[in-house]
């Protein structure tokens, strides 16, 4: 029943940015755990960052701290993820995902996610 819709993603050379969106009409955000995940060629899935809907506390996996940022915008009910200094490994199908399931004892990234996007693509290379 919930539709998420990612936008943003594109071709970018290594070391640049992008910034990612997830929109879903009649959805408040701010009630789920929030997260991005990413599909490369070749990989599994992962989660790359979340938010937590308990305290907004966030998550970003080793290999993207300090270069990608989670965010809520509660006044466009819009969920971001900037990315910069991007890695053409960091190139994959990047998707948004929320879950109403607890977090009290389980960081965002514990959690099994039930709503999904369709994905945009990101590319990074030169």
């Known amino acids: 029943q919930v539709q998420l819709v990612e936008s943003g993603g594109g071709w970018v050379q290594p070391g640049g940015s992008l910034r990612l969106s997830c929109t879903a009409p009649g959805v408040i955000f701010g009630y789920y755990s929030n997260a991005w995940f990413r599909l490369g060629p070749g990989k599994e899935r992962e989660v790359v960052s979340c938010i937590s809907s308990n305290n907004g506390g966030t998550y970003h996996s080793d290999s993207v701290k300090g270069r990608f940022t989670i965010s809520l915008d509660t006044d466009t009910n819009t969920l971001h993820l900037?990315?910069?200094?991007?890695?053409?490994?960091?190139t994959g199908v990047y998707y948004c995902a929320q879950e109403?399931?607890?977090?009290y004892l389980?960081?965002?990234?514990?959690?099994e996610y039930e709503y999904w996007g369709q994905g945009t693509q990101v590319t990074v290379s030169s």
């Open 100 to 103: 109403l399931g607890s977090t």
């Open 106 to 111: 389980r960081t965002c990234a514990e959690l």
């Open 82 to 90: 900037e990315m910069n200094s991007l890695k053409p490994e960091d």
